[in-house]
């Protein structure tokens, strides 16, 4: 036999693709259980709030501007990504179906990874539109547009669907002939590549790239958006001109509103992904910790999204009141249509 075609055989021989993997949770934790209850509390009120926003912003015309394109994009990808994840770990954990086939699995990861890839860089895309608000309020409706904002908003999925696909992907070049033990509540990416038996260098640098994609660069940018927005306003001279200044531009007073509860959304979704994964590799963080942190990182800011940037803002208070008196008044009319024909 020549010598590339017994390469190839042996090859073949080794390589092994486990049929399923077994997720192994919180270790030694007593009850447990209740955590996974809060989690499914959770989740109801993530789906409520979501399609609440949702529906608003579909429903309400004036409501269709390209900041609320931007809004409903991150209300989406908050409940996709929690119907990715959360569902998926009761069913595991509440029930004890720990074993996930390995397609399934890659598919897990994929849809969790993916959504808050889209997740992180609407966020970007939120605080250009504050950045381009405040800081250039005149022109604000000439460059913030409908189809500039559907361009951005399509390149980022686009550009999240090709890098979390590629991610995944080279684990499928993987062999797992070792432990099929991952230490994690779901599939996650780096519990599940370190448990290969060949060369892991490109799938380590293909997670270092996702991390600085998905987790580094979005908070670089946000910041450097609001120094600039600092800076903007530290050129107006003095007070009593910085509040003429403000109320020449609606757009900029808008804009300032929503920058704190922009900043707490930023806050709520990147600290703990930066905190757990900076400690993972510095020092020793224990499976559990490592577990609740990322468990609540990747579920609490898509119940607090819409609760904190948009069902407390008068535009969508005002619409939901709106949507509320023409219910109300359609329920009316057709109830003495009924009335007047049963008469």
């Not at 797992?176 to 060369?199: M, V």
């Not at 819409?306 to 069902?311: D, N, W």
Request: net charge positive.
């Amino acid at each position: 036999m020549a010598p590339d075609k017994k390469a190839a055989t042996i090859s073949n021989v080794t390589f092994v693709r486990p049929a399923k993997f077994y997720l192994s949770g919180f270790s030694n934790i007593p009850h447990v259980t209740y955590f996974y209850i809060f989690l499914c509390f959770v989740y109801i009120m993530t789906v409520v709030g979501n399609v609440l926003l949702l529906s608003v912003i579909f429903l309400v015309k004036t409501l269709h501007t390209p900041k609320y394109m931007i809004v409903f994009n991150l209300a989406l990808t908050d409940l996709c990504g929690s119907t990715a994840l959360i569902p998926k770990v009761l069913d595991t954990f509440l029930f004890d179906n720990r074993y996930i086939v390995y397609e399934a699995c890659l598919s897990y990861m994929f849809f969790v990874w993916f959504f808050a890839s889209v997740q992180s860089w609407t966020l970007v895309t939120m605080a250009y539109d504050r950045f381009i608000a405040i800081c250039f309020p005149l022109r604000y409706h000439s460059i913030v547009t409908k189809p500039a904002i559907a361009a951005m908003l399509l390149l980022m999925w686009v550009v999240s669907l090709s890098l979390i696909s590629c991610m995944v992907g080279l684990l499928d070049r993987l062999s797992f002939c070792g432990s099929l033990f991952i230490q994690s509540f779901f599939c996650d990416h780096g519990p599940t590549y370190r448990l290969a038996c060949n060369d892991t260098s490109l799938n380590n640098i293909m997670a270092w790239v996702v991390f600085i994609v998905v987790i580094c660069l979005p908070p670089i940018l946000i910041a450097l958006t609001y120094v600039c927005i600092a800076i903007a306003l530290t050129r107006i001279a003095s007070a009593k001109e910085r509040v003429k200044a403000l109320k020449t531009s609606k757009e900029r007073v808008k804009a300032l509103k929503t920058c704190t509860s922009h900043l707490i959304l930023v806050a709520i979704f990147y600290l703990p992904f930066l905190g757990t994964n900076i400690a993972a590799v510095t020092s020793y963080l224990h499976p559990n910790a490592r577990i609740i942190n990322s468990t609540l990182t990747h579920t609490i800011p898509a119940l607090l999204n819409p609760i904190i940037y948009s069902l407390k803002t008068e535009e969508v208070l005002n619409s939901i009141r709106k949507l509320c008196k023409t219910n109300r008044l359609n329920s009316h009319l057709s109830h003495r249509v009924n009335m007047a024909e049963s008469t």
